[in-house]
């Protein structure tokens, strides 16, 4: 069965600095992988996602994550973050031949100034 | 456009009542899906839909019903509520894409249950 571990549960760093949340998912068959995130108080939104084709992947508000075969992960970075971008992080994916998307258990970055 | 709609906000219950959570979207998605966010376990899937008339079962299925009668409504039915059920419950939409589920989804603000 499809699974995703976050690795960290919280991230705290400095406003500018920059950030990497990690992402590993299970399965050994075709996977598609996302990245949502959750502003307090909010539902979730889409920040990237990879389907097929190149592995480093661009999303919104500077994010960029890579997919990384080998390591079966899909590490989030950004290299420098606002107070803005404080929000909880979820990595999620859908393994092939089935309909699923699972999410991990998230990642709160809090951004400090 | 109102995207995903989601009623009520808030919900207080007592252990053995069942309810309703009604979940609406105006985009003519075909997939929906209804999820649960607790606390330390990120969103688990309760129950999903590719389209009208076709539903299937989660990661939580567990005490929770849903029908799909319109591509509009996707409705979550607790049958006898628990305090295993106390949680925040988010509705979500999307178009299916060539793998369903792939598809950018598009959440509801949620619902915040409390069985008591």
């Known amino acids: 069965a499809q699974s995703v571990t976050q690795l960290d549960s919280q991230v705290p760093v400095f406003e500018e600095a920059p950030v990497e949340l990690r992402c590993n998912y299970s399965?050994?068959?075709?996977?598609?992988l996302f990245w949502y995130v959750q502003y307090p108080n909010q539902g979730l939104q889409l920040l990237l996602k990879y389907l097929s084709g190149s592995t480093l992947v661009k999303g919104i508000n500077g994010f960029e994550a890579e997919f990384n075969k080998s390591q079966t992960s899909f590490h989030l970075r950004k290299p420098s973050v606002h107070i803005s971008d404080t929000a909880e992080y979820f990595c999620?994916?859908?393994?092939?031949?089935?309909?699923?998307?699972?999410f991990g258990a998230g990642t709160r970055l809090a951004v400090h100034p | 456009n109102a995207g995903v709609t989601q009623t009520p906000k808030f919900q207080v219950l007592k252990t053995g009542q069942s309810m309703t959570l009604q979940c609406a979207q105006d985009m003519n998605h075909e997939y929906m899906s209804w999820y649960r966010q607790d606390p330390g376990m990120g969103l688990r899937l309760i129950h999903y839909s590719v389209g009208a008339g076709i539903t299937d079962q989660g990661e939580v299925p567990n005490g929770y019903n849903v029908s799909r009668s319109t591509t509009e409504d996707f409705p979550l039915r607790l049958l006898s509520a628990a305090p295993s059920q106390t949680s925040v419950y988010f509705c979500?939409?999307?178009?299916?894409?060539?793998?369903?589920?792939?598809?950018?989804?598009?959440f509801g603000p949620g619902t915040r249950l409390t069985v008591l």
């Open positions: 999620a994916v859908v393994q092939g031949g089935y309909n699923k998307l699972i």
């Open positions: 399965s050994s068959v075709s996977v598609y």
């Open positions: 979500a939409s999307s178009t299916g894409g060539a793998v369903a589920g792939t598809d950018t989804q598009y």
